[in-house]
């Protein structure tokens, strides 16, 4: 198994565009998670999705950040419009389900927003 | 509201010393507690899961604790080795509750 795969792994854009991240969850895993890391705040949940429904969504920092998951193998990020305070990396996390509470992180997508 | 707290944000041991780690939450009863290992420009890593019925749970050299009265989960790596170098997480949560709050880290520095 590829394991969770995300992309860019790397993003630079200016301030005010528009940004879509990417993730494609381990095939079978019905949970998917979506991250952000900084130095100041640490790891932060933004959004979760069960069976591609979006369960939790109190962590998305305001209506610029929104998320979704059209099917079970693939789920977007968008931020629109970035901005420099958007600058982190973000993480997308998959989990089995029942009897098995392990998350797999995908490898994170840098974004820079200057 | 929730809080989660990692000693130090930096440990350095001696290698083939003992290394623990330190968790602890307030305003929270999780029923189990989780541990991840972050090592630089990747994502976090599953180690170990314990329940609040096991006080002690191992896994090679590692050893983790669960203390609900103290509310605190202490992390032992033994006979460390450089390799052991990364952020070390823990992230306690309930059953039925698929979301994982993540404390501070601790960022462990084996040295030769």
């Known amino acids: 198994d590829a394991g969770v795969i995300q992309s860019p792994r790397h993003e630079v854009t200016e301030m005010g565009q528009e940004v879509t991240l990417r993730c494609k969850p381990i095939s079978g895993h019905n949970s998917l998670f979506w991250y952000r890391q900084t130095m100041m705040r640490g790891l932060e949940l933004l959004i979760y999705?069960?069976?591609?429904?979006?369960?939790?969504d109190s962590g998305m920092p305001e209506d610029r950040f929104s998320a979704k998951m059209p099917n079970a193998s693939f789920s977007t990020l968008k931020i629109q419009p970035s901005e420099p305070r958007d600058s982190a990396v973000y993480f997308c996390a998959s989990r089995s389900g029942e009897g098995d509470y392990e998350q797999y992180f995908g490898p994170g997508t840098r974004l820079t927003v200057t | 509201s929730q809080k989660i707290e990692q000693n130090s944000e930096a440990l350095n041991i001696q290698e083939g010393k003992t290394a623990t780690l330190t968790c602890n939450y307030t305003?929270?009863?999780?029923?189990?507690l989780q541990w991840y290992r972050q090592d630089p420009g990747r994502g976090p890593v599953f180690l170990l899961l314990i329940r609040e019925n096991e006080k002690e749970k191992r896994k090679e050299r590692l050893k983790v604790t669960f203390d609900t009265t103290l509310k605190q989960s202490l992390f032992h790596i033994t006979a460390s080795q450089p390799a052991d170098s990364a952020t070390y997480l823990c992230a306690p949560s309930n059953f039925g509750n698929e979301k994982l709050t993540f404390g501070t880290g601790t960022r462990l520095t084996i040295i030769p």
């Open positions: 305003n929270y009863s999780p029923a189990y």
């Open positions: 999705f069960n069976n591609n429904v979006p369960i939790d």
